[in-house]
């Protein structure tokens, strides 16, 4: 079995961020690092070897040159290979066009299962997975709190904490399951397994590899344009009220207004 | 959107009736927030997937859903998110479509991406305010974990905008909804994933802290084991799981395994509500992702107001029962 | 040659022959042992000078011993009893051959039999207070509190016994030799003459015979003695001579050693294939390290300073070393064994001892429980005290950098302190972004680097202020910084901070076994401050003090470290800040184990008090070198404490027990540990409150009262009552 688990090198969160001047992220001017929810799709996929699972893993990503780094962070903690899809033309692509190269990576290389983060933690477009699914006609499990792989009858179930009821999903293989960060601490590779990470292979495409024309990429080929960027105000500390009685309704007021109650 | 269609569409999430209590069922408030905006970009119309009681249109209609479009097949409920992609694919293939607004939450992203890749469209999720604009809706959107703030076109086939709760106010616009009812025949890839069973949240007490949507957290303030009592039920108001302090575990007012922290459990909930929590280093290295934090505590100087979005300055014990009460009166 | 000196010489070199071939089977044993273990650090064995001095001030002198004054110099008296018996001993096996035998010159000296005489008679004195002191704090009496709690007691007995037995059998060839008339001294040996009237009614024969036997007698029992302490933990008497020249000077303490593996440094970049990455194996440890086993006496001293210890945890560094040196020795023949057919040939018990996991559960038969290994604070009280020079620190790190960066097995919650350090640059994972936020109350502006948009600082800068994580994320230690800033900005002196280019020093990482996170932020910092050109460095925190004085050397960064209570001692004595107003009050001062037992920094915090007006100090029982650990150092602040009681707490404790109104420390780590454990003692509305600050803030109450009444952060918009906004 080939599980493929998509993986992103994202801006490390609590860094400063800037943007270009072609509205942009400027990803060379912050530390990167391995989405810290991906590590969670990592982890499982890890797991369901450890577990006895006959399969190869093989992680995804497309990105910069400086996104190997987001492989080799993956491969240290376990699995066999990396693919690291890297272009000029891709650069200012939105979720379509990533989807589209993706979905074109993962009919070249082969999968069973594809394995996602529930977002990524920079643009918190949790719908890439998704598209995906929609792209290569396969069954998809989103938000996932666990997993379980029936490789006999070729079938994967989840189980999903939704806002009212717990539900047990089954899709059959090949399907694509993304999972959340309740699936399960992801493991802090030893040095030893690092230093193994940075032997495992890793291949690089371009699109030319994938068949995909560079036209159908990039900001060009965007289904959205970005129009300004600016810093949001940072947060403010909210609001304090001091409670004469009529606090609880304030409280109230708010918790409804934020659709907690 | 060169020849824009009159309909902005919303796909409505509802939350379907409670015989238990005789509570009838109702439209979430994000979808009704959402015809606000579907207002101000052209005329609204809901699609709902699954039985549309009466109840439910007539919210529709009030909030100014001219159009309700009704799907209701065993498929929707008995899938993931695919049969509402055919769904939502089957209403803008009727030609009156010019937008489509979701949920910008977990299941709303995942139909808007799909149908984002079936119409060939640009997609735009976590817009926090959306206008209209010349050549299509002007979105806002909050990007990298919230510290930026981008506004965007879709350039590209229908717009799909996947819209935060809170982006825009509920109000009422009432129209006389009418109800079509639209039959769709379901790919089948869209049937891949079944759901198999589905347990009710209620059965299984309050979610696992580190799990939890929502956590409700007594530090020093709440004053003895007794006293979490009232912590408990506004946890359980919301739904959440119940945090504490080291200061309340070390007392033992609450179990270890239920501390919060640089030593205990990390959570990220969407919110939390500190009560009686003084807010140390140590306290917050546990739950600084929190989205939205609400804290009370009778120090106006405590630094855990300086993180909260509402503060409160006052009494734990006389306002959380206080709260409880006032959730239970608004959902009466 | 008579019958009688036949038999002495035949039994008496027999028995010698046997013992020396029993002795010398074991050494080699230890031997071959010690060179399988890793070798050391290049330099270590050089030296000579300091060595010479350390032996002759600690072996002979028995420096360390003596701070235990009864017991100390009843150790004093032992050993030097045990050279000058050491001239016994060259007699008796002088007359196995000669009868009369005389050691040459001095031989026949009545001052020598006096003194060996008196000296026989003290050691069985000693021998005396010994077992009183082991009856009296007998482990079965006194439980964990005993320092000789687990120490292997039937051996201590053994050879209690064993040196009784030489000193009588001594006295008693001696006696009869008065008798035969073949004693070499005709005075002075006044216990023999005593012991010769008692055997006088034997006759000539009957004391002829005593002699023969006697001498026989004295000589096995030297013998058996020699046999016995190569087999047990009295190896200590030869071993200590060698462990103590070889120590680290001048002690063990600082500087953590860089990971090596073959006397190498590994390199982190590119590690070699088979390079040991810290002590996964006893044989992993170097021969100085099994030298070190070798060396313990068991006597505890460690174990009864020891802050995890006297809280109810497994560790004892006493045990510690004791586990590994037993798992060491009884591993030898499986170590040893030629190849896997030999090993396979083994008693299972050896095979068994040979597979044993180093770290592991009871369950998994491990020789050291995780619980034990994670349970030290790194504070150094035991290298303080081992009268031996072991280095107990370097071993549990040594232990630690195995299961970290090999088996990835360590406690969870140390683990979300990694990752912050790894993606933060801070342990509470907030980022560069929130640590300048310290400087916002201040009256006036704290320059940071860039801020005047050079890259570099400026010449007029006198010292770069290095922060810290705490200094500049925990509430408590804000304060300090603030204080400290104050106080600068005060005295005149022109400082910078690196703002959010600064990260955390790494020191926890490092004490956790996380040597190459540590060496990826060292390095980092060592960059910037080499980019910007600093040169003299002030921190606040012990920790990053001792990083940065101590370790940074190792990943190539020199510079001029001081600790603020050191520049601030200074400005107080050159007369640019003046403690004028007097500070009523009663106050404590903790030492912190990395400021004061790790760097001896114990003055000038001490000096800054001193100047202030109205302070009354009060020390604590444990204070300077034997200062009670706060419970935060070796990373132990981010895990959780679950075993016994809280270190912080216990330290607390004693520190209240002084009734201050103040407990002042100097490092922030301290301050939190002590005002979480002040605050658990006073509960939640004392009746006296009891403050814990730094003693900068002290010194700032006294310069400038003013400033110091700093009021709390403002919340970030002023309350209004609820019924007036809008929701
Ligand atoms: C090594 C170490 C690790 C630690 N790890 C953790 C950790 O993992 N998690 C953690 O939480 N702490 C941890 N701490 C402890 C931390 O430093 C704080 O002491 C602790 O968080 C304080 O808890 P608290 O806010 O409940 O209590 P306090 O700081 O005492 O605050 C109580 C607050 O309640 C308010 N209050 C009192 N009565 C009322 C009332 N009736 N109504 C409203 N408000 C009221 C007070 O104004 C005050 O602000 C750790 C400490 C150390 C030293
Ligand atoms: S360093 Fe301190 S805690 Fe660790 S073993 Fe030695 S005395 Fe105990
Ligand atoms: S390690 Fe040192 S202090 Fe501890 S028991 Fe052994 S000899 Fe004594």
């Known amino acids: 079995m080939h599980v493929v688990v998509l993986v992103k090198h994202v801006p490390e969160p609590t860094a400063t961020w800037s943007f270009a001047d072609d509205l942009t992220l400027d990803r060379a001017a912050v530390e990167g690092r391995l989405s810290e929810l991906d590590e969670y799709a990592v982890e499982q996929a890890v797991r369901l070897v450890e577990s006895g699972l006959d399969a190869r893993v093989t992680y995804l990503t497309l990105g910069p040159a400086k996104a190997v780094e987001g492989l080799r962070k993956a491969l240290s903690m376990g699995g066999d290979d990396g693919v690291h899809v890297v272009d000029p033309a891709v650069h200012g692509s939105d979720a379509l066009a990533t989807s589209l190269v993706l979905a074109k990576a993962l009919q070249h290389i082969g999968f069973d299962l594809v394995l996602a983060g529930m977002a990524s933690t920079d643009a918190e477009m949790s719908v890439v997975p998704a598209m995906l699914a929609e792209r290569l006609g396969v069954p998809q499990v989103t938000f996932g709190g666990d997993l379980a792989v029936d490789a006999a009858a070729g079938t994967v179930t989840v189980h999903r904490d939704g806002d009212d009821a717990t539900e047990e999903v089954v899709a059959a293989l090949p399907a694509v399951v993304s999972l959340t960060d309740r699936t399960g601490q992801p493991r802090y590779p030893s040095f030893k397994a690092i230093m193994a990470g940075k032997k495992k292979p890793v291949q690089t495409l371009t699109l030319a590899d994938l068949g995909v024309a560079p036209e159908q990429v990039g900001a060009a080929a965007a289904g959205v344009v970005v129009r300004s960027v600016s810093v949001r105000p940072p947060k403010q500390a909210g609001q304090v009220v001091v409670d004469d009685g009529t606090a609880a309704a304030v409280v109230a007021d708010f918790l409804v207004a934020r659709g907690f109650a | ?332 | 040659m008579t019958r009688g000196m036949t038999f002495r010489l035949l039994v008496g070199l027999l028995v010698t022959a046997a013992a020396l071939a029993l002795a010398g089977r074991r050494l080699h044993v230890l031997y071959r042992l010690g060179r399988l273990a890793q070798p050391v650090a290049p330099g270590r064995t050089t030296g000579a000078a300091a060595v010479l001095r350390a032996e002759v001030v600690e072996v002979l002198g028995q420096r360390r011993l003596l701070r235990w004054t009864l017991p100390g110099l009843a150790h004093l008296l032992t050993f030097w009893g045990f050279l000058l018996l050491g001239l016994t001993i060259v007699e008796g096996y002088g007359a196995l051959f000669v009868r009369d035998f005389a050691l040459p010159v001095v031989g026949r000296q009545a001052w020598l039999g006096a003194l060996e005489d008196t000296v026989a008679l003290l050691t069985l004195a000693s021998v005396v207070v010994f077992a009183a002191i082991r009856l009296r704090h007998a482990p079965a009496r006194e439980g964990r509190r005993s320092r000789f709690f687990g120490s292997h007691l039937d051996g201590a007995w053994l050879i209690l016994f064993m040196i009784t037995n030489v000193v009588w059998t001594l006295l008693l060839y001696r006696g009869a030799q008065v008798n035969t008339g073949y004693f070499p001294f005709r005075s002075g040996a006044y216990a023999s003459e005593a012991v010769a009237r008692l055997l006088e009614p034997l006759g000539e024969r009957g004391n002829t015979v005593v002699e023969h036997v006697g001498v026989v007698l004295a000589v096995t029992v030297v013998m058996v003695f020699l046999v016995l302490v190569v087999h047990s933990k009295h190896l200590h008497i030869g071993a200590a001579v060698a462990n103590v020249a070889l120590a680290r000077r001048p002690r063990a303490l600082g500087a953590l050693q860089p990971v090596r593996s073959g006397g190498r440094e590994v390199d982190f970049e590119d590690p070699g294939e088979d390079d040991l990455m810290g002590v996964g194996k006893v044989e992993d440890l170097t021969w100085k390290g099994l030298l070190d086993l070798a060396s313990c006496t068991e006597c505890g001293r460690c174990q009864s300073q020891c802050p995890a210890w006297n809280t109810g945890k497994p560790l004892s560094p006493k045990l510690f070393v004791m586990g590994l040196r037993d798992h060491a020795l009884a591993k030898a023949p499986y170590l040893l064994a030629a190849d896997d057919a030999a090993r396979a040939a083994l008693p299972d018990a050896a095979r068994a001892e040979g597979e044993r996991p180093l770290v592991g559960t009871a369950q998994e038969n491990g020789v050291i429980d995780p619980d034990v290994l994670w349970s030290c604070t790194t504070c150094g009280a035991c290298v303080e005290q081992c009268p031996v020079d072991i280095e107990h620190v370097d071993h549990v790190v040594d232990l630690r950098r195995h299961q970290m960066l090999m088996e990835s097995a360590f406690p969870e919650e140390a683990g979300i302190m990694l990752r912050n350090l790894e993606h933060a640059g801070d342990p509470w994972g907030r980022g560069g972004g929130h640590r300048l936020e310290w400087a916002e109350p201040l009256p006036f502006e704290v320059r940071v680097l860039g801020d005047d948009g050079a890259d570099r600082l400026p010449d007029d800068v006198e010292y770069l202020f290095w922060v810290g994580c705490a200094g500049a994320l925990d509430d408590a230690a804000q304060r300090t910084t603030r204080a400290v800033a104050t106080l600068l900005h005060e005295a005149g002196v022109s400082f910078m901070t690196l703002g959010g280019a600064e990260t955390c020093t790494g020191d926890a990482a490092r004490r956790a076994g996380n040597e190459f996170l540590f060496r990826m932020l060292a390095q980092a910092n060592v960059e910037t401050l080499d980019a910007v050109g600093a040169r003299r460095i002030v921190v606040t925190c012990a920790h990053c003090f001792n990083a940065l004085a101590n370790e940074y050397p190792q990943v190539g960064g020199h510079y001029e470290v001081v600790h603020h209570t050191q520049l601030l001692a200074d400005l107080v004595a050159s007369g640019r800040l003046t403690p004028v107003t007097p500070v009523e009050t009663t106050l404590t001062y903790h030492d912190a184990c990395y400021l004061g037992r790790h760097n001896r920094i114990f003055a000038p915090p001490r000096e800054l008090l001193g100047a202030v007006p109205g302070v009354r100090l009060a020390e604590p029982p444990r204070t300077r070198e034997r200062s009670f650990c706060c419970g935060a150092g070796g990373a132990r602040m981010w895990m959780d404490e679950t075993i016994g009681t809280r270190i912080g707490h216990e330290r607390a404790r004693e520190l209240l027990e002084l009734s201050p109104d103040v407990v002042t420390a100097a490092c922030p780590f301290c301050i939190l540990m002590l005002g979480d454990g002040v605050a658990a003692h006073l509960g939640p509305e004392p009746a006296r409150p009891v403050e814990v600050t730094d003693v900068a803030e002290i010194l700032l109450r006294s310069v400038l009262p003013a400033r110091a009444a700093e009021p709390a952060p403002e919340p970030a918009e002023p309350a209004e009552p609820a019924g007036g906004t809008t929701p």
């Open chain 2, 1 to 332: 959107m060169s020849d824009p269609a009159p309909q902005v569409l919303v796909l409505v999430e509802t939350v379907p009736a409670d015989p238990a209590t005789g509570r009838p069922a109702t439209v979430r408030r994000p979808s009704l927030e959402q015809l606000t905006v579907a207002r101000r970009l052209g005329t609204p119309a809901a699609l709902v997937c699954g039985p549309a009681d009466d109840d439910v249109v007539a919210v529709l209609g009030r909030h100014g859903a001219a159009t309700v479009y009704v799907v209701d097949a065993p498929e929707v409920g008995g899938y993931l998110v695919g049969p509402k992609v055919d769904a939502v694919t089957a209403v803008v293939a009727r030609g009156d479509v010019g937008c489509v607004l979701v949920t910008s939450n977990a299941e709303g992203k995942e139909v808007g991406g799909r149908v984002a890749v079936r119409l060939g469209s640009g997609i735009v999720t976590d817009a926090v305010d959306v206008q209209a604009g010349d050549g299509g809706p002007v979105v806002t959107q909050a990007v990298v974990a919230g510290q930026w703030l981008a506004t965007s076109q879709v350039v590209r086939g229908v717009p799909v905008i996947a819209v935060r709760p809170n982006a825009a106010p509920v109000e009422p616009a009432p129209v006389q909804a009418v109800v079509e009812k639209v039959d769709v025949t379901f790919a089948p890839a869209s049937l891949g994933a079944r759901v198999v069973t589905r347990t009710p949240r209620a059965a299984t007490g309050r979610p696992e802290l580190t799990a939890a949507p929502v956590v409700v957290a007594g530090g020093r303030g709440v004053g003895s084991a007794e006293g979490f009592a009232v912590v408990e039920a506004l946890a359980d108001a919301l739904g959440g799981a119940v945090g504490a302090s080291r200061a309340a575990t070390d007392e033992s007012w609450y179990g270890h395994q239920f501390q919060i922290g640089q030593t205990g459990k990390t959570v990220a909930p969407a919110l939390y509500v500190a009560a009686g929590i003084s807010g140390a280093i140590q306290h917050r290295a546990g739950m600084q992702s929190a989205r939205t934090v609400v804290a009370v505590n009778k120090d106006a100087k405590a630094p855990i107001f300086a993180l909260a979005d509402l503060g409160v300055v006052g009494d734990l014990h006389t306002l959380l029962p206080q709260v409880v009460a006032e959730i239970a009166r608004r959902r009466a």
